[in-house]
């Protein structure tokens, strides 16, 4: 089936018939053929000659296109239009009244292509159409209502060659786009394959190329990125000496409760010792009065359960008196 395209004008070689192929089944090795009534019929493609432009050069018109004495030369019917794009990937908008728009998806390479359509809705896809694409031919992938233009979601397209033959075109794309209304009515024009005026846009012009590798990293990357990270805290040398007592810690304490002052002493308590624990410091003395107790009590409770000092002990009493605790760092 390679050596026929959409459009090329044939033979068959059972019969003296010519005309243009306007469809392909490569599954079935067949092809349509419209004749000179503009009947369509299917040929084995075995069965069909292409008629080459050398052949018509050197033997002139071709037995469809003789003209009988005394009639008027019509213009053929059969001869493949020419094409009004470069070779590519299209999209067409066209118009089929009550501001309904068909949208066609067009093969006009040499590759089959397997594509996925989707909206691009926030972060989220909603699928439209996925399949695969014959070359040289066209699919009706959905209608939009040119009225609802401004709610037109982003659509998102993803590319990839194909062909039973050796081919090097081996990269897949992704397109995404966006219209706006001065740029969708601009896109007016023919468009390949259907030979009828629509909005069109070609999809693989300065389309990037994704490279593998490069997509797993960055993948990889926003991988890493998402993942929760500890929270990285300064590390603030404390003074030797820290006191607990609560006026010293906040001016506000008249209007505190017994249980929130004693969670902020505690709290300044273990901020001071794991940052005089990661400078280096060899000791530190918390001053935390005699009181009822209950400071005293908790933070001995908790270095004792701390592997990461030494020993601890009451303070100097000559210099602190009963209410204080000094801490010995590993």
């Given at each position: 089936?390679?050596?026929?395209?959409i459009g090329d004008r044939v033979r068959l070689l059972k019969s003296n018939e010519e005309g243009?192929?306007?469809?392909?089944?490569?599954?079935?090795?067949?092809?349509?053929?419209?004749?000179?009534?503009?009947?369509?019929?299917?040929?084995?493609?075995?069965?069909?000659?292409?008629?080459?432009?050398?052949?018509?050069?050197?033997?002139?018109?071709?037995?469809?296109?003789?003209?009988?004495?005394?009639?008027?030369?019509?213009?053929?019917?059969?001869?493949?239009?020419?094409?009004?794009?470069?070779?590519?990937?299209?999209?067409?908008?066209?118009?089929?009244?009550?501001?309904?728009?068909?949208?066609?998806?067009?093969?006009?390479?040499?590759?089959?292509?397997?594509?996925?359509?989707?909206?691009?809705?926030?972060?989220?896809?909603?699928?439209?159409?996925?399949?695969?694409?014959?070359?040289?031919?066209?699919?009706?992938?959905?209608?939009?209502?040119?009225?609802?233009?401004?709610?037109?979601?982003?659509?998102?397209?993803?590319?990839?060659?194909?062909?039973?033959?050796?081919?090097?075109?081996?990269?897949?794309?992704?397109?995404?786009?966006?219209?706006?209304?001065?740029?969708?009515?601009?896109?007016?024009?023919?468009?390949?394959?259907?030979?009828?005026?629509?909005?069109?846009?070609?999809?693989?012009?300065?389309?990037?190329?994704?490279?593998?590798?490069?997509?797993?990293?960055?993948?990889?990357?926003?991988?890493?990125?998402?993942?929760?990270?500890?929270?990285?805290?300064?590390?603030?040398?404390?003074?030797?000496?820290?006191?607990?007592?609560?006026?010293?810690?906040?001016?506000?304490?008249?209007?505190?409760?017994?249980?929130?002052?004693?969670?902020?002493?505690?709290?300044?308590?273990?901020?001071?010792?794991?940052?005089?624990?990661?400078?280096?410091?060899?000791?530190?003395?918390?001053?935390?009065?005699?009181?009822?107790?209950?400071?005293?009590?908790?933070?001995?409770?908790?270095?004792?359960?701390?592997?990461?000092?030494?020993?601890?002990?009451?303070?100097?009493?000559?210099?602190?008196?009963?209410?204080?605790?000094l801490v010995r760092i590993f």
């Amino acid at each position: 089936m390679g050596a026929f395209n959409i459009g090329d004008r044939v033979r068959l070689l059972k019969s003296n018939e010519e005309g243009v192929v306007t469809k392909i089944n490569e599954k079935r090795a067949t092809a349509e053929i419209e004749i000179e009534d503009g009947f369509q019929i299917e040929v084995l493609a075995k069965e069909l000659v292409l008629i080459s432009q050398e052949e018509k050069k050197h033997f002139g018109k071709s037995r469809t296109e003789e003209v009988s004495p005394g009639k008027k030369e019509k213009k053929n019917r059969y001869e493949a239009p020419e094409l009004s794009a470069d070779k590519g990937i299209f999209l067409a908008f066209f118009d089929h009244g009550n501001d309904l728009l068909s949208v066609y998806l067009i093969n006009n390479t040499d590759y089959e292509v397997v594509y996925s359509a989707s909206d691009l809705i926030q972060t989220s896809h909603k699928g439209i159409m996925a399949g695969s694409l014959l070359r040289k031919s066209k699919i009706k992938i959905r209608e939009v209502n040119l009225k609802r233009f401004e709610s037109w979601a982003t659509m998102c397209f993803r590319f990839m060659f194909h062909s039973q033959d050796f081919f090097s075109k081996t990269e897949f794309f992704e397109k995404k786009l966006k219209f706006k209304a001065s740029g969708f009515h601009k896109g007016k024009r023919l468009a390949p394959i259907l030979e009828k005026e629509g909005y069109v846009f070609q999809l693989d012009v300065d389309a990037p190329k994704v490279d593998p590798e490069k997509l797993k990293e960055s993948l990889t990357d926003k991988a890493k990125k998402a993942e929760p990270k500890e929270e990285r805290h300064d590390v603030v040398k404390p003074p030797a000496v820290v006191d607990l007592h609560i006026e010293k810690l906040t001016d506000d304490h008249a209007f505190m409760s017994n249980s929130e002052m004693l969670k902020l002493q505690l709290k300044t308590f273990q901020d001071s010792l794991d940052n005089a624990i990661a400078s280096g410091m060899g000791e530190i003395t918390f001053i935390h009065g005699l009181g009822n107790g209950v400071l005293r009590d908790e933070i001995q409770k908790t270095l004792s359960k701390d592997t990461r000092i030494q020993f601890f002990q009451d303070a100097q009493k000559s210099r602190f008196g009963y209410g204080a605790t000094l801490v010995r760092i590993f």
